[in-house]
């Protein structure tokens, strides 16, 4: 470890290792008699080569935060892992009356999302796909008082050439809303002979805005071999719930490579080249609509009735 600035206000850590055990019962800052000043804080700097937190594993760390005017910015933070990169910019101040909020701006992309995710302790969940998400979230109190239950803030993302993996009961806490081998299968849709090992998508998109730890989104839509999916609705992060309207398009077999139209850089390079295509395909086939209400774990399913008409389909409008 060397320490690199003799000004007291104002540390620099260079490590080779930092191993930070999960915190529990941290103690927040609504319970201080005085809420802290983030202005008061020291000026910080930490780069580590292999960083841990858990059983979470970053790799190579640099962060650098400092204080301003009734507040303390995050002017940098790097996570970086052979098949992960996260850059991140946030702030932590208070008012006048002392109020708490934090803020951050998230930016990640990924080789293997699913390597990636074994690395942070989300085994077995996805296989491959390349990933890049990007979020700006905020919520009330300090950094340390981060939970699902108080998250605000959008995200929007993308993923290639993946696969969702079958999961144990319990094991989608991070992905329930993508847990698609429990929702097919409440589906009641045949989906045995693509499902063996895991459902490919060959796109996964979408944006969603996110207000007190509920998720809730206009169109989340995922390509693949074996089925066109869109979801509208909302789901509760911390109570790990859905309420959402599902459209799924089964069995496309050979009659409709959009798989191929988004490898081919002339008719997929733009996304919302893509989206055309994937609504006027939608268009042509036969959909149906689901009500998916409950817990990750649980959902309760409800069909329509019938197949999605002309006159009462969504995903075709513009």
């Known amino acids: 470890m060397n320490l690199g600035s003799q000004d007291p206000s104002s540390y620099n850590f260079q490590l080779a290792r930092l191993y930070w055990p999960q915190l529990q019962n941290v103690e927040s800052a609504?319970?201080?008699?005085?809420?802290?000043?983030?202005?008061?804080?020291?000026?910080l700097s930490i780069q580590a080569d292999d960083f841990r937190y858990g059983d979470m594993h970053f790799g190579r760390l640099?962060?650098?935060?400092?204080?301003?005017?009734?507040?303390?910015?995050?002017?940098?933070?790097l996570l970086q892992q052979p098949d992960l990169k996260v850059d991140a910019k946030g702030q932590w101040s208070s008012d006048q009356f002392g109020a708490q909020?934090?803020?951050?701006?998230?930016?990640?992309?990924?080789?293997?999302?699913?390597?990636?995710?074994?690395?942070?302790g989300?085994?077995?969940?996805?296989?491959?796909?390349?990933?890049?998400?990007n979020a700006d979230f905020n919520w009330g109190g300090e950094p340390g008082d981060f939970r699902l239950a108080v998250l605000n803030g959008d995200l929007s993302f993308k993923a290639d050439d993946g696969r969702?993996?079958?999961?144990e009961p319990g094991s989608g806490r991070l992905l329930g809303l993508f847990n698609m081998d429990t929702l097919l299968r409440r589906f009641k849709l045949d989906f045995t002979d693509?499902?063996?090992?895991?459902?490919?998508?060959?796109r996964l998109e979408g944006k969603a805005e996110i207000n007190a730890g509920v998720l809730r989104t206009d169109g989340i839509v995922m390509f693949g071999p074996s089925a066109l999916l869109e979801m509208r609705g909302s789901t509760d992060l911390g109570r790990?719930?859905?309420?959402?309207?599902?459209?799924?398009a089964p069995q496309l077999g050979g009659n409709l490579s959009l798989a191929?139209?988004?490898?081919?850089?002339?008719?997929?390079?733009?996304?919302?080249?893509?989206?055309?295509?994937?609504?006027?395909?939608?268009?042509?086939?036969?959909?149906?609509?689901?009500?998916?209400?409950?817990?990750w774990d649980d959902p309760q399913v409800k069909p329509a009735q019938r197949p999605v008409q002309d006159s009462d389909r969504h995903i075709g409008r513009n």
């Open 30 to 43: 609504t319970s201080y008699k005085t809420p802290p000043d983030p202005s008061k804080f020291a000026r």
């Open 62 to 77: 640099e962060f650098k935060g400092e204080p301003e005017d009734h507040a303390w910015r995050i002017r940098r933070l």
């Open 101 to 120: 909020r934090s803020q951050v701006e998230v930016s990640a992309e990924s080789g293997d999302f699913g390597k990636a995710l074994d690395q942070l």
């Open 122 to 133: 989300l085994k077995g969940q996805v296989a491959n796909g390349k990933a890049r998400l």
């Open 164 to 167: 969702f993996l079958k999961l």
């Open 194 to 202: 693509v499902f063996k090992e895991g459902l490919k998508f060959d």
């Open 240 to 248: 790990e719930t859905y309420d959402l309207n599902v459209t799924v």
């Open 260 to 295: 191929g139209a988004i490898a081919n850089p002339a008719a997929g390079a733009m996304i919302f080249v893509v989206q055309k295509l994937f609504r006027r395909q939608m268009a042509k086939l036969i959909q149906y609509r689901y009500r998916v209400t409950g817990n």
